[in-house]
């Protein structure tokens, strides 16, 4: 046995010998440590006195280190077989986004040129001599007709007694003999929201709590799309709904449905064979709202039931225009003499005095709204069912867009964000930049410093506002990382906002931030 003991310390001593020269010279280790002739001079200078129980001993060593040096040597193959197929996922993946990007371009090509021969198609039609009709009624003599019509056609004008937008020269109609109404212009937004609460509890028997209408009325003044997300039955869309009714100008409703695809299911289309422009009722609103000095809603309910990206794209972009004045949506290419009356060369303009609202659920069925949409949206979540109060009969309130939009701006003026909250706010940013690599955006900052100061007005807190905004705006975004790997953050991030704004000030932020800790 002695014998075995001594071959086995040598044998493993050439071969941890080895090993200590691949650590200063890979090559030399290599050789060493498959130095075969060497292991078989040393086998058969011990085995000479090898007894049975030794032969079998030594058998089963070399069959052992054979075995590990196998298994090695598989596990380096799997891992580079991994790598490989890794590396080609990846190329694909990107060989594929480079011909997507590729087609993208081909159809906005495509779509430019389809564009361009319809235009020319509609001017051909309405351009010749056959083409053009004075309005009936007209006696010109020939030759002023004839230089009427050259002049029109030199200025893209297709004269024409066919009307394409029956719908909005029906509101054109309607507002040559209009009366505005008297309105109230006396109250102030406090009032409004009591006012309101009391109207839906009294008269259409819904119960909201004061803290939600003042951040509905905070968010229209921040923006002009609000979103209201929560679960079914929470009074979504009785929100807008009943505050239409409240003002006295119903609120217009659109279903959207999950097969919109594109701006013509919210705004209609030009039907080149019936040469009219199938209008929706949303396109109606739009174009009415221009005429009067109501607050005027769109609601789109279920509005994630389909991709917001794709039939609102254009009404994102023209809301994110800085200057009010360019708030234009295209709606024909060539002008005809019939056109409404606030059509400017096929462009609408979309006035001030109008809003989007829209309704979201969180379920199989819908679409999860981006980054991109919350960004320009005011989310308000309402997660939890009315509580039914008392309120005494309240009637309908009559409010112009010019007192409302007054009252916005004097509460701007009036509470801004204090100076040691905004110091707060940027330090917050730094410490969320630094840590979880998220920032707040200026786009953020801004609406906030509109959210905060009419939350205020309405009764509220201004911390209470702030954190909102935090919670439904910023934090939101943590969602989008791999939150099991930053539980540490999140907790120290609660810690930091007890500290910098004070313990139980930031509900909203910490409750929601501890809610993604125990989801991931």
Same mark, same amino acid.
């Given at each position: 046995?002695?014998?075995?003991?001594?071959?086995?310390?040598?044998?493993?001593s050439?071969?941890?010998?080895?090993?200590?020269?691949?650590?200063?010279?890979?090559?030399?280790?290599?050789?060493?440590?498959?130095?075969?002739?060497?292991?078989?001079n040393?086998?058969?200078?011990?085995s000479?006195?090898?007894?049975?129980?030794?032969?079998?001993?030594?058998?089963?060593?070399?069959?052992?280190?054979?075995?590990?040096?196998?298994?090695?040597?598989?596990?380096?193959?799997?891992?580079?077989?991994?790598?490989?197929?890794?590396?080609?996922?990846?190329?694909?993946?990107?060989?594929?986004l480079?011909?997507?990007?590729?087609?993208?371009?081909?159809?906005?090509?495509?779509?430019?040129?389809?564009?361009?021969i319809?235009?020319?198609?509609?001017?051909?039609? /309405?351009?010749?001599?056959?083409?053009?009709?004075?309005?009936?009624?007209?006696?010109?003599?020939?030759?002023?007709?004839?230089?009427?019509?050259?002049?029109?056609?030199?200025?893209?004008?297709?004269?024409?007694?066919?009307?394409?937008?029956?719908?909005?020269?029906?509101?054109?109609?309607?507002y040559?003999?209009?009366?505005?109404?008297?309105?109230?212009?006396?109250?102030?937004?406090? /009032?409004?929201?009591e006012?309101?609460?009391?109207?839906?509890?009294?008269?259409?028997?819904?119960?909201?709590?004061?803290?939600?209408?003042?951040?509905?009325?905070?968010?229209?003044?921040?923006?002009?799309l609000?979103?209201?997300?929560?679960?079914?039955?929470?009074?979504?869309?009785?929100?807008?709904?009943?505050?239409?009714?409240?003002?006295?100008?119903?609120?217009?409703?659109?279903?959207?449905?999950?097969?919109?695809?594109?701006?013509?299911?919210?705004?209609?289309?030009?039907?080149?064979?019936?040469?009219?422009?199938?209008?929706?009722?949303?396109?109606?609103?739009?174009y009415?709202?221009g005429?009067?000095?109501?607050?005027?809603?769109?609601l789109?309910?279920?509005?994630?039931?389909?991709?917001?990206?794709?039939?609102?794209?254009?009404?994102?972009?023209?809301?994110?225009?800085?200057?009010?004045?360019?708030?234009?949506?295209?709606?024909?290419?060539s002008?005809?003499?019939?056109?409404?009356?606030?059509?400017?060369?096929?462009?609408?303009?979309?006035?001030?005095?109008?809003?989007?609202?829209?309704?979201?659920?969180?379920?199989?069925?819908?679409?999860?709204?981006?980054?991109?949409?919350?960004?320009r949206?005011?989310?308000?979540?309402?997660?939890?069912? /009315?509580?039914?109060?008392?309120?005494?009969?309240?009637?309908?309130?009559?409010?112009?867009?010019?007192?409302?939009?007054?009252?916005?701006?004097?509460?701007?003026?009036?509470?801004?964000?204090?100076?040691?909250?905004?110091?707060?706010?940027?330090?917050?940013?730094?410490?969320?930049?630094?840590?979880?690599?998220?920032?707040?955006?200026?786009?953020?900052?801004?609406?906030?410093?509109?959210?905060?100061?009419?939350?205020?007005?309405?009764?509220?807190?201004?911390?209470?506002?702030?954190?909102?905004?935090?919670?439904?705006?910023?934090?939101?975004?943590?969602e989008?990382?791999?939150?099991?790997?930053?539980?540490?953050?999140?907790?120290?991030?609660?810690?930091?906002?007890?500290?910098?704004?004070?313990?139980?000030?930031?509900?909203?932020?910490?409750?929601?931030?501890?809610?993604?800790?125990?989801?991931?």
């Amino acid at each position: 046995m002695d014998d075995f003991l001594r071959w086995f310390f040598a044998f493993m001593s050439e071969m941890l010998k080895g090993f200590s020269i691949m650590f200063t010279g890979i090559w030399n280790g290599l050789v060493q440590i498959f130095n075969i002739p060497n292991y078989i001079n040393l086998f058969k200078i011990y085995s000479q006195e090898f007894g049975p129980a030794e032969w079998i001993l030594s058998v089963l060593s070399i069959i052992i280190v054979i075995a590990i040096y196998v298994l090695i040597f598989a596990l380096i193959i799997m891992g580079i077989r991994k790598y490989i197929r890794f590396r080609h996922s990846i190329v694909s993946n990107e060989d594929l986004l480079e011909e997507l990007t590729v087609l993208q371009r081909r159809v906005m090509k495509m779509s430019k040129e389809k564009d361009e021969i319809m235009a020319m198609k509609v001017a051909q039609i /309405g351009g010749g001599g056959a083409g053009f009709a004075l309005p009936a009624g007209t006696d010109l003599a020939e030759e002023d007709a004839e230089t009427i019509q050259q002049a029109a056609g030199e200025a893209g004008i297709v004269i024409t007694n066919e009307r394409r937008f029956a719908k909005l020269y029906e509101v054109d109609s309607y507002y040559k003999t209009f009366t505005p109404p008297e309105y109230n212009n006396d109250i102030d937004l406090a /009032g409004i929201c009591e006012a309101y609460r009391n109207f839906a509890c009294s008269r259409m028997h819904l119960y909201y709590d004061i803290k939600t209408i003042r951040l509905f009325l905070a968010g229209m003044a921040s923006t002009k799309l609000i979103i209201l997300q929560g679960i079914s039955g929470t009074g979504k869309t009785s929100l807008p709904y009943s505050f239409g009714k409240f003002l006295g100008i119903d609120t217009t409703i659109a279903s959207v449905q999950p097969s919109w695809r594109d701006r013509t299911e919210l705004f209609g289309y030009f039907n080149e064979f019936t040469r009219n422009f199938n209008e929706t009722e949303v396109l109606r609103r739009i174009y009415a709202s221009g005429y009067n000095d109501d607050i005027n809603l769109i609601l789109l309910d279920e509005m994630n039931i389909a991709r917001i990206e794709y039939y609102f794209a254009e009404m994102l972009s023209i809301l994110e225009m800085p200057n009010a004045d360019e708030w234009e949506l295209d709606l024909v290419p060539s002008v005809w003499s019939s056109d409404p009356e606030r059509l400017d060369h096929g462009r609408l303009r979309i006035p001030q005095n109008l809003w989007y609202i829209g309704t979201a659920n969180n379920d199989d069925s819908t679409y999860a709204i981006s980054d991109k949409v919350y960004d320009r949206a005011q989310p308000i979540n309402l997660d939890a069912k /009315g509580i039914s109060f008392d309120a005494p009969d309240t009637p309908p309130l009559s409010l112009s867009y010019s007192h409302l939009n007054a009252m916005f701006q004097e509460a701007f003026e009036k509470y801004p964000i204090s100076s040691e909250n905004l110091k707060k706010i940027q330090q917050l940013d730094l410490w969320v930049i630094d840590k979880l690599r998220v920032a707040f955006g200026n786009r953020i900052i801004k609406q906030m410093s509109l959210f905060v100061p009419v939350y205020v007005a309405c009764g509220g807190d201004e911390l209470d506002g702030i954190d909102y905004v935090l919670a439904t705006k910023i934090f939101r975004k943590l969602e989008s990382l791999n939150l099991a790997m930053h539980r540490d953050e999140l907790k120290e991030l609660v810690n930091y906002i007890n500290k910098s704004f004070g313990k139980n000030k930031m509900n909203e932020s910490i409750a929601y931030l501890e809610r993604l800790q125990k989801l991931f």
